[in-house]
Structure formats: structure tokens, C-alpha cells
Nanobody, 122 residues
Framework: QVQLVESGGGLVQAGGSLRLSCAAS????????MGWFRQAPGKEREFVAG????????YYADSVKGRFTISRDNTKNTVYLQMNSLKPEDTAVYYC???????????????WGQGTQVTVSS
């Protein structure tokens, strides 16, 4: 059974940093891609960043380019989202997701984590 478990969320002041982790288990992910999404209260879920397990090519939403970095550690089956220069508008529940094939920015991922809250105070 595939499990994605996020951690690392919390409360931080504007301009600060957080690193989210997503530990994946239950299958071989070499042909999968991983995505980070977020959903703020009253808003639709949006794509934040994506990465291919094999090769490590990365993708970012325009709103986070230059501030967020997605990476993966194949030995630990873990994907990270380093978030720097955080803004109040980054406040949301952040979800890790996995799908076979290519990165897409829509929500058509097969597996989802439970989410972790990120709150950025002004």
C-alpha cells in the first residue's frame, strides 16, 4: 500500500524558511513523479512544484520560482520542499502527491498525503 507522509510544516514569520518532507513507501517510485500542491482556505488547490524521481527534472509555479526548491533523496524515498523568503500568501495546507509518468500541474495524481499546515505571519 502506497503511503505519502508529509512533515515539517509550522508557523514562521514572513521572510523565514521551512523545509517540508514527504516520505514515500509501498512501491518503487523510479518511474513516478512527485508533486507538491497547496490549498489555502476558500481557494482551490494549486500546483507548487514537481520533480521526476529519475533524472530529477524540476518544475515550479511562477509564484514560487526563485524562493522554493524541490529535491529528492532516492536512498530515503523522500522528497523535500525547501521554502525560503516565505510570504503570508504562502499560508496553506501543503500536500505531497505521486503519479506515474510526467509532471502535470493539475490534480491528476494517484496518491496523496494527508497534508501539513504552513502558516506565515506578517
Amino acid at each position: 500500500q502506497v503511503q505519502l507522509v508529509e512533515s515539517g510544516g509550522g508557523l514562521v514569520q514572513a521572510g523565514g524558511s521551512l523545509r517540508l518532507s514527504c516520505a514515500a513507501s509501498g512501491r518503487t517510485f523510479s518511474s513516478y513523479v512527485m508533486g507538491w500542491f497547496r490549498q489555502a482556505p476558500g481557494k482551490e488547490r494549486e500546483f507548487v512544484a514537481g520533480i521526476r524521481w529519475s533524472g530529477g527534472r524540476t518544475y515550479y509555479a511562477d509564484s514560487v520560482k526563485g524562493r522554493f526548491t524541490i529535491s529528492r533523496d532516492n536512498t530515503k524515498n523522500t522528497v523535500y520542499l525547501q521554502m525560503n523568503s516565505l510570504k503570508p500568501e504562502d499560508t496553506a495546507v501543503y500536500y505531497c502527491a505521486a503519479k506515474f509518468g510526467v509532471v502535470v500541474t493539475t490534480g491528476e495524481y494517484e496518491y496523496w498525503g494527508q497534508g501539513t499546515q504552513v502558516t506565515v505571519s506578517s
